[in-house]
Each structure stands twice: as structure tokens, then as C-alpha cells.
């Protein structure tokens, strides 16, 4: 490994752990096409501070555009405040038009800036080491390390600093405010926060890039675990696994190495959207099965407890008379055999007394209107579920 | 060239023509949908699907190594009806807002998209070049083919619209009714996105992939602000599309080194500001007049309510009383008691006023809504 390639795989991680942190929070306060208008719309403020300055890397470009950010957070709460179009139109109203204001700005000073839309969109990490931060001569390393290094530190003193104000009023807005924290303040703290490292990680990776490492680590994580910190620390696992594996991923592949850790970041989603224990894909059809024969089964039992007449408890009424499939009453009738709750003798269904307690709990439930409490009793009475 | 250049030309160069034409088709077509888009409050679906495309236009291109235009934007409709449906999925099956769902879906797949992307053009292939103008779009590469195209579709979408309009509707303000009526509500709403899709994967060529949710929102938001009516809002936001795809053109055509694409957005964007302020029932500015005359009302009723009180404790009600007196009331002014007099509610004696019997009559009435032309 060189030292360019370390540079960038440090470059990658640092945005990574920077805008899994903000981006955590934005997600789980339903905000997450907000870093996507951010995004976009730090554009015209990018321009215009090239403009001034001449320089991707100087401070007053990044507060320029940190502030198109802002303002941007700001126009889509006033359009929202009007009432006239639902939150997520005037998101969409706001962030094309500012990006497209940047775009002809662009356009019609071409001669004078030498800043393509691609770049600011995706961005070009292969390139970020060789802007170099000279002091008095001295290297000190890449320019783009320097800036993601920076905001990093502020995001992390930030979190520590209001982690608790943050935790509060992400999930409960009213207490928070009873308390005296307001919840505009860290509202706008926070937008400001997405802003910044949106603007600090454009130069490296690219506007896109940002928005897939703030919202697909958070989503990740959040399809894991239902603990905050638990999903702080597994988001900036797997933006830092992403960011590496994506950089050996475009290195193999000769691409863009900012599409290819949202290629990573994606597979990984994927993987976990699909697998993952109890959230994913997979888990949750699994339940759905299983609490769909659970529910026949319960019926059933119903049935048998409600019925003494032999006709009505023939293996063959359940085909004939609930209008089950075949499978279905098979699946059904095992289930309750394997669990004790019925005996077969010659085709003659009836109760055990096992599964008369469970029946006469189950209606307690039904009439009271407790229905919930089924889930908890099926613990209790099954050895196999459905 | 200048604007009025442009339209003398319009209808005689074939390049403006094929570009105004093609763009004003886009413009009513993605109008037309985008208001169900804006009504359903799925208006960045839009934006999600024109991302989510971007990786299947450049699967196509290295599959059939071809650039034809019909062929990739049927890989992208492919990998945006896949994208729409992932974000379905995640909403349903997950606990993963629609916000997230969507900012995830619209990431990954433009990044992955530009994987490709950037992948095709290191390939010793000559062919490549020109696949990123579907990035920003370039309504200069369209040709009189794709126009047809876009008409072809168009119309399509115009038939099912006619033809399902009352499905549409019902799903579209009360999807539980529809249910209950036996509409297979599903169904309706597959081809509702499907048409969606469609709409978005058709404008990436003239306007791109980051503008293109714009298109489907503007038009729309902005009809909405004039009217109630669905179908008078789906036919205002045809017509705004298309305005602003032709006064988009002419304006960037007009000028050197403006893109088509941006400027569009803009002139919508300006369609939509103007109706913000200036529509009669929901705009700001006769919202604020509405405000201001409201507070006006209120004051000169409670500058006569005062005056019934006090009036009310004298045998004659028109005894004259001091005009200082009313002076630490809140809500007096000259202006009301002005007004006042106008009404013939008050008379004015030197720095005396007293009550007349019309004015004692109708603030004694004030507040038991019989005074509805009150002023």
C-alpha cells in the first residue's frame, strides 16, 4: 500500500465516521431527505465562494455554502409554514431550484471557473492527496484530510457535549421542551452540523456520496438494534467498512471510488435489509407465516371448544365446512397435534385438556378485548411454533 | 438570438422546433402526473426514481452496447420500476420511514449508477461517450424520434388517465372507500407509479436525472394553489409544464452557455413562487389582505362595544360623551371612529361622539351574528 492510498482510505473513513453520526440523528427523526436537499443545494453557495476565493479548500467557501445549506433547511420550513404544500413538495421545490440557480452560474462563468457539476457531485478521492496542506513548506498532509479531520473533531465534541439534549428530543419532542431545552435550537444545531459535513466531504467524495454515507449506515444500523448508542457506534462500523472495502473495490474494478462505497454501502444494506434477525425481510415473512397458522390454529381450536356433535369435528370439516386448503388444515392440525392442544382418534378431532385451558384463556382475551395478551400466553402454552 | 428571434424561428428551424416541441410535451405530461405525485405526498418519489434510473440506463448500454435512446430508457424505466418497488418493500416490511427509504434507495442507486458509469468509460469502447448527459440532460441531443416518443407516451398516459380517472380519484382521496366499493386498489396504484416511473424516465434525456424530480413537482404545486378541483388542477399543471418547457427553451436558446434543463426548472420554479403570493383563495398576499382587513373588523367591533357599554348605562343612549375617554382603549383609533361615523353608527359633536340608535342597535346585536354585513 502506498501512502496516497492510506491517505485515502483515512480521507474515506474520516467522512464516513462524520456523517454517520449526524446522519444517525437525521434518520431517526425523519429527516433524511433533508441531507439529500442539502446536498444539492449547497451548489450556488459553492459557486459563489469559488468566486471569491479561487479555492475549494478556504474556510469562507465552506461557510458560504454551509450557510446555502441553512438557508435552504430555512425555506423549506417557511414553505411548509404556509400550509399551502405538505413538507416533502416544498423539500422538492426548493433544493432544484437552488441547484439549478448553481448550475448556470456555472455555465455562464465557465471561462472563469474551473468547477464542473460532476465534481461537485461525485466528487474525485483518487485526486484528494495531491492537494496538499504546506505550512511555512513543511507537508503536512492532504488539504481534504485536514478539513473532514476538523469537522470530525467538532461533530464528536458536539455529541458528547449535547448528547443527552439530542437523544431527548430526537425521541420525545414535548418532554424535551418541557424541560427547557429547545428544540429549535438543536433542530437548527443539527441541520447546521449536516450541513458543514456535507460541504467539508463534498470536495472529497461528492454531494451524492454524502447523502448515501449519512443515510445508509443510519438505516443499516437501525434495522439492528433499537439503541441509540448501539446504533451510533454499528452506523460508524459500517460506513468505515464500507469506505475501505469500496476504495479496494474501485481500485480492482478502475471506477469511481465514490460510486463504488455506495455500491458497498448498498450491499450491505441489502444483506442486512434481507437477513437481518428480527427486522429483516426475511424474519418478518417468517412471522407473517407463522402468526397466519397461528391465528388457524386458534380458530380452530375455537371451533372444537364450541362444537361437542362429532359431525362438526371430522378432520374432513375442515375442508369441507372452514373452506381451508388441504396444506393449510394439514399444517394446522400438526401444529396442534405436536403441541398437545388436540387428539386424532379415528378422524375424530377433539380437545386436550391442555388445549381447553388454552381455548378458555384465549376467549377471556377475545372478550375482554385484550387481544395483545395472546401473543404472551402462546409462550407460555406452545413447544413448536407455527 | 434573442427571445423574439427564437419565436420567429420556432416554427422554421427544425432544431427548435424538435426541442420546443419536445419539451413542452414533457412539460404537460410530467405536470399531468406529478399532481398525483404532490397529492399521494409522494413528490420525491420523483426524485428517488430519476436517481434510482441512472444505474439501468448504463446496464443497458453495456449489455447492447448501443446509444439509442428508446433502449436505454428502457433499462432505466426497468431499474425505476425496481427502485419504486425496494422503497415499497422497505416501507412495509421494515420500520424504516418513507424519508429513509427514500434518501436510501435515491444514494445507492445513483452511486451505483455512477460505479458504472465511470466503469463503462475506462472501457476501450468509442461509443461511450454522451451517456453522461442523462446526468443533467441536453434537450439539444433530442431528435424528432424521441419527440414522437414522448408523444406516444404521452398520449398513452392521456387514455388510462380518461379512462381510470374515477379509480384515480377515489384512491386518491379515500383509498379505504376505494377499497370497500371492491376497486382492486393494488392494481390502481401500480399503474398510478408505473405511469410515474414512466413520466420521470422519459425526461431524462431533455432535463436529467438530478433535475428531473423538479419537473413533476412545480407544475403541479403550483396548480394546486388555484384551484380544488382535480381535474382543473391536473389540466393547469399540463399547462404550466408546458409553458415552462418552452419559455425554458426559448429563454436558454436565447442566451449562449445556458443549459435547457436548469433554466426549465427555474421558469417552473418561478410558476410556482407567483402562485404562492398571487392565487385568490390560498395566496400569501390575499392571505395577508385577508389578515389585515379581519384585524380591522375586530377593532372597529370592539371600538363599538366599548361605546355600547358605556352608552348602555345613560337613559338616552345618544347622551354625548368625550372622546378622550375612549382613548385608553386598545383598538381605537381615528380611523375606526372615522368609519364609525361613516356608518352612521356614531355622530360626531365637536370632541363629543354619542351612539346613534342605528349604531346602538347593531352592537347589540355584535355578537349574536346578525350583523353579517357588518363593516
Same mark, same amino acid.
Given at each position: 500500500?502506498?501512502?496516497?492510498?492510506?491517505?485515502?482510505?483515512?480521507?474515506?473513513?474520516?467522512?464516513?465516521?462524520?456523517?454517520?453520526?449526524?446522519?444517525?440523528?437525521?434518520?431517526?427523526?425523519?429527516?433524511?431527505?433533508?441531507?439529500?436537499?442539502?446536498?444539492?443545494?449547497?451548489?450556488? #453557495?459553492?459557486?459563489?465562494?469559488?468566486?471569491i476565493?479561487?479555492?475549494?479548500?478556504?474556510?469562507?467557501?465552506?461557510?458560504?455554502?454551509?450557510l446555502?445549506?441553512?438557508?435552504?433547511?430555512?425555506?423549506?420550513?417557511?414553505?411548509?409554514?404556509?400550509?399551502l404544500?405538505?413538507?416533502?413538495t416544498?423539500?422538492?421545490?426548493?433544493?432544484?431550484?437552488?441547484?439549478?440557480?448553481?448550475?448556470?452560474?456555472?455555465?455562464?462563468?465557465?471561462?472563469?471557473?474551473?468547477?464542473?457539476?460532476?465534481?461537485?457531485?461525485?466528487?474525485?478521492?483518487?485526486?484528494?492527496?495531491?492537494?496538499?496542506?504546506?505550512?511555512? #513548506?513543511?507537508?503536512?498532509?492532504?488539504?481534504?484530510?485536514?478539513?473532514?479531520?476538523?469537522?470530525?473533531?467538532?461533530?464528536?465534541?458536539?455529541?458528547?457535549?449535547?448528547?443527552?439534549?439530542?437523544?431527548?428530543?430526537?425521541?420525545?419532542?414535548?418532554?424535551?421542551?418541557?424541560?427547557?431545552?429547545?428544540?429549535?435550537?438543536?433542530?437548527?444545531?443539527?441541520?447546521?452540523?449536516?450541513?458543514?459535513?456535507?460541504v467539508?466531504?463534498?470536495?472529497?467524495?461528492?454531494?451524492?456520496?454524502?447523502?448515501?454515507?449519512?443515510?445508509?449506515?443510519?438505516?443499516?444500523?437501525?434495522?439492528?438494534?433499537?439503541?441509540?448508542?448501539?446504533?451510533?457506534?454499528?452506523?460508524?462500523?459500517?460506513?468505515v467498512?464500507?469506505?475501505?472495502?469500496?476504495?479496494?473495490?474501485?481500485?480492482?474494478?478502475?471506477?469511481?471510488?465514490?460510486?463504488?462505497?455506495?455500491?458497498?454501502?448498498?450491499?450491505?444494506?441489502?444483506?442486512?435489509y434481507?437477513?437481518?434477525?428480527?427486522? #429483516?425481510?426475511?424474519?418478518?415473512?417468517?412471522?407473517?407465516?407463522?402468526?397466519?397458522?397461528?391465528?388457524?390454529?386458534?380458530?380452530?381450536?375455537?371451533?372444537?371448544?364450541?362444537?361437542?356433535?362429532?359431525?362438526?369435528?371430522?378432520?374432513?370439516?375442515?375442508?369441507?365446512?372452514?373452506n381451508?386448503?388441504?396444506?393449510?388444515?394439514?399444517?394446522?392440525?400438526?401444529?396442534?397435534?405436536?403441541?398437545?392442544?388436540i387428539?386424532?382418534?379415528?378422524?375424530?378431532?377433539?380437545?386436550?385438556?391442555? #388445549?381447553?385451558?388454552?381455548?378458555?384463556?384465549?376467549?377471556?382475551?377475545?372478550?375482554?378485548?385484550?387481544d395483545?395478551?395472546?401473543?404472551?400466553?402462546?409462550?407460555?402454552?406452545?413447544?413448536?411454533?407455527? | 438570438?434573442?427571445?423574439?428571434?427564437?419565436?420567429?424561428?420556432?416554427?422554421?428551424?427544425?432544431?427548435?422546433?424538435?426541442?420546443?416541441?419536445?419539451?413542452?410535451?414533457?412539460?404537460?405530461?410530467?405536470?399531468?402526473?406529478?399532481?398525483?405525485?404532490?397529492?399521494?405526498?409522494?413528490? *420525491?418519489?420523483?426524485?428517488?426514481?430519476?436517481?434510482?434510473?441512472?444505474?439501468?440506463?448504463?446496464?443497458?448500454?453495456?449489455?447492447t452496447?448501443?446509444?439509442?435512446?428508446?433502449t436505454?430508457?428502457?433499462?432505466?424505466?426497468?431499474?425505476?420500476?425496481?427502485?419504486?418497488?425496494?422503497?415499497?418493500?422497505?416501507?412495509?416490511?421494515?420500520?424504516?420511514?418513507?424519508?429513509?427509504?427514500?434518501?436510501?434507495?435515491?444514494?445507492?442507486?445513483?452511486?451505483?449508477?455512477?460505479?458504472?458509469?465511470?466503469?463503462?468509460?475506462?472501457?476501450?469502447?468509442?461509443?461511450?461517450?454522451?451517456?453522461?448527459?442523462?446526468?443533467?440532460?441536453?434537450?439539444?441531443?433530442?431528435?424528432?424520434?424521441?419527440?414522437?416518443?414522448?408523444?406516444?407516451?404521452?398520449?398513452?398516459? *392521456?387514455f388510462?388517465?380518461?379512462?381510470?380517472?374515477?379509480?384515480?380519484?377515489?384512491?386518491?382521496?379515500?383509498?379505504?372507500?376505494?377499497?370497500?366499493?371492491?376497486?382492486?386498489?393494488?392494481?390502481?396504484?401500480?399503474?398510478?407509479?408505473?405511469?410515474?416511473?414512466?413520466?420521470?424516465?422519459?425526461? *431524462?434525456?431533455?432535463?436529467?436525472?438530478?433535475?428531473?424530480?423538479?419537473?413533476?413537482?412545480?407544475?403541479?404545486?403550483?396548480?394546486?394553489?388555484?384551484?380544488?378541483?382535480?381535474?382543473?388542477?391536473?389540466?393547469?399543471?399540463?399547462?404550466?409544464?408546458?409553458?415552462?418547457?418552452?419559455?425554458?427553451?426559448?429563454?436558454?436558446?436565447?442566451?449562449?452557455?445556458?443549459?435547457?434543463?436548469?433554466?426549465?426548472?427555474?421558469?417552473?420554479?418561478?410558476?410556482?413562487?407567483?402562485?404562492?403570493?398571487?392565487?385568490?383563495?390560498?395566496?400569501? *398576499?390575499?392571505?395577508?389582505?385577508?389578515?389585515?382587513?379581519?384585524?380591522?373588523?375586530?377593532?372597529?367591533?370592539?371600538?363599538?362595544?366599548?361605546?355600547?357599554?358605556?352608552?348602555?348605562?345613560?337613559?338616552?343612549?345618544?347622551?354625548?360623551? !368625550?372622546?378622550?375617554?375612549?382613548?385608553?382603549?386598545?383598538?381605537?383609533?381615528?380611523?375606526?371612529?372615522?368609519k364609525?361615523? !361613516?356608518?352612521?353608527?356614531?355622530?360626531?359633536?365637536?370632541?363629543?361622539?354619542?351612539?346613534?340608535? !342605528?349604531?346602538?342597535?347593531?352592537?347589540?346585536?355584535?355578537?349574536?351574528?346578525?350583523t353579517?354585513?357588518?363593516?
Amino acid at each position: 500500500m502506498s501512502n496516497a492510498q492510506i491517505e485515502i482510505q483515512l480521507i474515506a473513513s474520516l467522512v464516513a465516521i462524520a456523517c454517520a453520526i449526524p446522519g444517525t440523528f437525521l434518520v431517526l427523526r425523519k429527516m433524511a431527505m433533508i441531507s439529500d436537499a442539502i446536498s444539492h443545494s449547497i451548489l450556488p #453557495g459553492i459557486v459563489v465562494g469559488f468566486f471569491i476565493t479561487h479555492d475549494l479548500g478556504s474556510p469562507i467557501l465552506i461557510l458560504l455554502a454551509t450557510l446555502a445549506g441553512v438557508v435552504t433547511v430555512v425555506l423549506v420550513e417557511y414553505i411548509q409554514k404556509t400550509g399551502l404544500v405538505k413538507e416533502d413538495t416544498a423539500i422538492g421545490l426548493v433544493f432544484p431550484a437552488l441547484f439549478s440557480i448553481g448550475v448556470i452560474l456555472i455555465k455562464k462563468n465557465a471561462d472563469d471557473i474551473h468547477l464542473d457539476v460532476d465534481a461537485v457531485l461525485l466528487g474525485e478521492l483518487a485526486y484528494a492527496p495531491f492537494d496538499r496542506l504546506l505550512v511555512s #513548506g513543511v507537508d503536512l498532509g492532504p488539504k481534504s484530510l485536514w478539513i473532514v479531520g476538523a469537522i470530525l473533531m467538532i461533530t464528536i465534541i458536539l455529541l458528547f457535549a449535547f448528547f443527552k439534549e439530542l437523544k431527548l428530543s430526537t425521541f420525545d419532542k414535548g418532554l424535551a421542551a418541557s424541560l427547557g431545552f429547545s428544540p429549535v435550537i438543536i433542530h437548527y444545531g443539527l441541520m447546521t452540523v449536516s450541513s458543514i459535513t456535507t460541504v467539508g466531504a463534498f470536495d472529497a467524495v461528492g454531494a451524492i456520496l454524502v447523502v448515501a454515507l449519512m443515510i445508509a449506515p443510519a438505516a443499516t444500523a437501525y434495522l439492528l438494534t433499537t439503541d441509540l448508542k448501539k446504533m451510533l457506534f454499528l452506523s460508524i462500523v459500517f460506513g468505515v467498512f464500507s469506505a475501505i472495502s469500496g476504495y479496494w473495490f474501485a481500485h480492482w474494478l478502475d471506477a469511481s471510488i465514490a460510486g463504488s462505497i455506495t455500491t458497498m454501502l448498498g450491499v450491505l444494506f441489502l444483506l442486512v435489509y434481507l437477513f437481518a434477525p428480527n427486522k #429483516g425481510v426475511i424474519a418478518v415473512l417468517y412471522r407473517e407465516k407463522q402468526q397466519r397458522t397461528e391465528v388457524s390454529l386458534l380458530t380452530f381450536l375455537l371451533h372444537l371448544k364450541n362444537h361437542d356433535e362429532e359431525r362438526e369435528r371430522h378432520v374432513n370439516h375442515l375442508n369441507e365446512h372452514i373452506n381451508w386448503q388441504k396444506v393449510r388444515s394439514k399444517t394446522v392440525l400438526e401444529l396442534a397435534l405436536k403441541n398437545n392442544m388436540i387428539i386424532i382418534d379415528n378422524n375424530i378431532v377433539s380437545l386436550t385438556s391442555k #388445549g381447553d385451558e388454552f381455548t378458555t384463556q384465549a376467549i377471556d382475551y377475545i372478550i375482554t378485548n385484550e387481544d395483545a395478551q395472546i401473543e404472551d400466553m402462546k409462550d407460555d402454552f406452545f413447544l413448536f411454533r407455527g | 438570438m434573442d427571445i423574439q428571434e427564437y419565436f420567429s424561428l420556432v416554427f422554421s428551424d427544425y432544431t427548435l422546433r424538435t426541442i420546443t416541441l419536445g419539451t413542452a410535451i414533457l412539460g404537460a405530461v410530467t405536470g399531468m402526473l406529478g399532481s398525483f405525485a404532490v397529492l399521494r405526498k409522494q413528490s *420525491l418519489l420523483g426524485d428517488a426514481i430519476s436517481h434510482a434510473a441512472l444505474p439501468g440506463i448504463a446496464i443497458s448500454f453495456l449489455i447492447t452496447g448501443a446509444k439509442d435512446s428508446n433502449t436505454l430508457l428502457l433499462g432505466a424505466l426497468v431499474s425505476g420500476l425496481i427502485g419504486t418497488f425496494w422503497i415499497r418493500g422497505i416501507i412495509t416490511k421494515t420500520h424504516l420511514k418513507s424519508d429513509t427509504a427514500l434518501g436510501l434507495i435515491l444514494s445507492l442507486f445513483f452511486g451505483f449508477g455512477m460505479l458504472l458509469l465511470t466503469f463503462i468509460q475506462k472501457q476501450p469502447n468509442a461509443n461511450q461517450a454522451g451517456l453522461d448527459k442523462y446526468l443533467f440532460g441536453q434537450a439539444a441531443t433530442l431528435v424528432e424520434s424521441d419527440v414522437w416518443m414522448m408523444a406516444i407516451v404521452t398520449g398513452i398516459c *392521456l387514455f388510462v388517465l380518461l379512462l381510470f380517472w374515477k379509480e384515480f380519484k377515489i384512491l386518491l382521496f379515500d383509498k379505504d372507500y376505494a377499497k370497500t366499493l371492491g376497486f382492486n386498489t393494488k392494481t390502481i396504484d401500480i399503474l398510478i407509479t408505473s405511469f410515474i416511473v414512466l413520466a420521470i424516465v422519459l425526461g *431524462l434525456q431533455t432535463v436529467g436525472v438530478v433535475l428531473m424530480s423538479a419537473m413533476l413537482l412545480a407544475p403541479a404545486a403550483a396548480a394546486r394553489q388555484w384551484t380544488n378541483s382535480l381535474a382543473t388542477m391536473v389540466f393547469l399543471a399540463a399547462l404550466f409544464g408546458a409553458f415552462s418547457g418552452v419559455f425554458g427553451t426559448a429563454i436558454s436558446a436565447s442566451q449562449n452557455n445556458l443549459s435547457t434543463g436548469p433554466v426549465i426548472v427555474l421558469v417552473a420554479a418561478v410558476f410556482v413562487f407567483i402562485s404562492f403570493i398571487f392565487s385568490p383563495s390560498r395566496g400569501l *398576499l390575499f392571505k395577508q389582505i385577508r389578515f389585515i382587513k379581519n384585524r380591522r373588523d375586530l377593532q372597529l367591533h370592539k371600538t363599538l362595544a366599548f361605546m355600547y357599554n358605556i352608552a348602555e348605562t345613560h337613559d338616552d343612549i345618544s347622551h354625548p360623551h !368625550e372622546i378622550k375617554i375612549l382613548n385608553n382603549f386598545q383598538g381605537f383609533t381615528k380611523g375606526t371612529l372615522k368609519k364609525l361615523v !361613516e356608518k352612521n353608527y356614531v355622530t360626531l359633536q365637536g370632541s363629543t361622539w354619542s351612539l346613534t340608535n !342605528e349604531g346602538f342597535k347593531s352592537a347589540s346585536n355584535l355578537y349574536n351574528q346578525l350583523t353579517k354585513n357588518d363593516e
